[in-house]
């Protein structure tokens, strides 16, 4: 579809996976109505269908009614979530106009062009169509390899050959600012994450140092590997919103879950997510304690970019669970202060510190010292398997040197603990 085609279009069909179904059905419309942002109205043969569910009950209920764009995000936050983010625009935006570079400015195209101009293998189980009645998904298979040199000729602001274009795409709707794309294994689907010429140590093996270390703290996490190509590390997640046999999980961003757009981000917090759960949630209790621990894991390894796109949970119609943890990538840092992201206490506490986090447990359902063993597990798995996973993440001796009491438990974590 051209930019044209794409642009001069008012609306845009919204297509999901039910529960437990291997092909898409229409449910909705997405309308611009006011000239600007995007509204969300039920179908009325979908409202009547037996079995219909909403896309998220709190937010988009089953009614017959027009549901507003959230905040500033353009459309509802339930359909946002689907949407490309910064990598995914560069994508696009090389693709139709040939603007490049990782600086592009990706408002030079409306949001319905971005939505009928990017994959169909979106994050969770919805897609956005041009037709009601026909469905034509928009994916191209690559090899990894092929995957990897487009995303570093979009990183140089070089023109995509269209075959390198096509398949690119796939991967545009896939959240974050870094290069990725995906992988399809057969019935397995991965993320790939590559490195770029401006990162100061292996970024990718970092993380896949990071989620190994979860693992070993008990932490849900994805299966994930190291894998060479184009003489780079790439790191492969596997997605867990693809249970397998075309079947797709609805998942809805912590963003989302609290009714926030990017702007009103920083008002969000650990400890009113838990709430959403005690609401919502199919074991709120338990979501409650693994949230806790994963506010550790990422003070332990120094990820302050826990934002809240960073956390989501599944979506079955009636409940929600917190989906396994992802994105667990240490970011820069120098001294021992540092703030995480998202506050984790009601007063607005965020420091990376685990004597501080100790001090709010309470809000997360929990005994003293029930929160303290669970950060001293986290603490013990992140000491203990260094090693082994730095290994498993072809970490060089240079990065391990460089993360270790940096990144990786950083001494200001502990002060007071």
Same mark, same amino acid.
């Given at each position: 579809?051209?930019?044209?085609?794409?642009?001069?279009?008012?609306?845009?069909?919204?297509?999901?996976?039910?529960?437990?179904?291997?092909?898409?059905?229409?449910?909705?419309?997405?309308?611009? $109505?006011? %000239?600007?942002?995007?509204?969300?109205?039920?179908?009325?043969? /979908?409202?009547? &269908?037996?079995? !219909?569910? +909403? =896309?998220?009950?709190?937010?988009?209920?089953?009614?017959?009614?027009?549901?507003?764009?959230?905040?500033?995000?353009?459309?509802?936050?339930?359909?946002?979530?689907?949407?490309?983010?910064?990598?995914?625009?560069?994508?696009?935006?090389?693709?139709?106009?040939?603007?490049?570079?990782?600086?592009?400015?990706?408002?030079?195209?409306?949001?319905?062009?971005?939505?009928?101009?990017?994959?169909?293998? $979106?994050? %969770?189980?919805?897609?956005?169509?041009?037709?009601?009645?026909? /469905?034509?998904? &928009?994916?191209? !298979?690559? +090899? =990894?390899?092929?995957?990897?040199?487009?995303?570093?000729?979009?990183?140089?602001?070089?023109?995509?050959?269209?075959?390198?274009?096509?398949?690119?795409?796939?991967?545009?709707?896939?959240?974050?600012?870094?290069?990725?794309?995906?992988?399809?294994?057969?019935?397995?689907?991965?993320?790939?994450?590559?490195?770029?010429?401006?990162?100061?140590?292996?970024?990718?093996?970092?993380?896949?140092?990071?989620?190994?270390?979860?693992?070993?703290?008990?932490?849900?996490?994805?299966?994930?590997?190291?894998?060479?190509?184009?003489?780079?590390?790439?790191?492969?997640?596997?997605?867990?919103?693809?249970?397998?046999?075309?079947?797709?999980?609805?998942?809805?961003?912590?963003?989302?879950?609290?009714?926030?757009?990017?702007?009103?981000?920083?008002?969000?917090?650990?400890?009113?997510?838990?709430?959403?759960?005690?609401?919502?949630?199919?074991?709120?209790?338990?979501?409650?304690?693994?949230?806790?621990?994963?506010?550790?894991?990422?003070?332990?390894?120094?990820?302050?970019?826990?934002?809240?796109?960073?956390?989501?949970?599944?979506?079955?119609?009636?409940?929600?669970?917190?989906?396994?943890?992802?994105?667990?990538?240490?970011?820069?840092?120098?001294?021992?202060?540092?703030?995480?992201?998202?506050?984790?206490?009601?007063?607005?506490?965020?420091?990376?510190?685990?004597?501080?986090?100790?001090?709010?447990?309470?809000?997360?359902?929990?005994?003293?010292?029930?929160?303290?063993?669970?950060?001293?597990?986290?603490?013990?798995?992140?000491?203990?398997?260094?090693?082994?996973?730095?290994?498993?993440?072809?970490?060089?001796?240079?990065?391990?040197?460089?993360?270790?009491?940096?990144?990786?438990?950083?001494?200001?974590?502990?002060?007071?603990?």
């Amino acid at each position: 579809m051209t930019q044209t085609s794409a642009s001069i279009s008012d609306r845009v069909y919204v297509w999901a996976w039910l529960p437990d179904a291997s092909e898409p059905t229409p449910v909705g419309l997405l309308l611009r $109505r006011d %000239g600007t942002g995007l509204s969300f109205h039920y179908g009325e043969r /979908y409202l009547d &269908r037996r079995g !219909a569910v +909403s =896309l998220y009950g709190p937010l988009l209920p089953l009614r017959d009614e027009w549901f507003e764009p959230t905040g500033d995000l353009g459309m509802p936050g339930v359909l946002r979530d689907g949407a490309p983010d910064g990598w995914g625009r560069r994508v696009i935006l090389n693709r139709l106009t040939g603007t490049r570079g990782m600086d592009a400015d990706v408002a030079q195209l409306d949001e319905l062009t971005y939505l009928l101009n990017s994959g169909s293998n $979106r994050f %969770g189980a919805i897609d956005f169509q041009a037709s009601p009645v026909e /469905y034509v998904p &928009r994916n191209e !298979a690559a +090899s =990894l390899d092929d995957l990897h040199e487009a995303a570093l000729l979009v990183e140089a602001g070089e023109l995509l050959p269209i075959g390198l274009s096509d398949a690119l795409l796939g991967g545009s709707t896939i959240g974050g600012a870094r290069p990725k794309a995906l992988i399809d294994d057969g019935d397995q689907q991965w993320i790939a994450k590559f490195s770029t010429s401006s990162d100061l140590y292996s970024v990718v093996g970092a993380e896949a140092a990071s989620i190994e270390l979860a693992r070993r703290a008990g932490i849900d996490v994805p299966d994930s590997k190291v894998m060479r190509s184009l003489d780079r590390d790439v790191l492969l997640t596997r997605r867990f919103d693809r249970p397998g046999g075309g079947r797709r999980r609805m998942v809805i961003s912590a963003l989302t879950m609290l009714g926030l757009d990017e702007t009103e981000a920083r008002y969000g917090s650990y400890t009113a997510l838990v709430e959403v759960f005690r609401q919502f949630g199919n074991q709120p209790s338990a979501a409650a304690r693994d949230l806790f621990q994963r506010i550790a894991f990422n003070i332990a390894i120094s990820n302050t970019d826990d934002h809240l796109r960073n956390h989501a949970a599944f979506w079955d119609g009636r409940h929600i669970d917190l989906t396994p943890a992802y994105d667990l990538s240490p970011m820069n840092r120098s001294g021992e202060t540092a703030t995480q992201a998202i506050a984790y206490g009601s007063s607005g506490e965020r420091g990376s510190n685990f004597a501080s986090l100790l001090g709010v447990c309470h809000e997360y359902g929990l005994a003293a010292p029930a929160a303290r063993t669970i950060i001293d597990g986290v603490i013990s798995a992140v000491q203990d398997g260094w090693d082994d996973a730095a290994d498993l993440a072809r970490l060089t001796s240079i990065d391990k040197g460089l993360l270790w009491g940096r990144q990786f438990l950083n001494p200001g974590t502990t002060h007071g603990y």
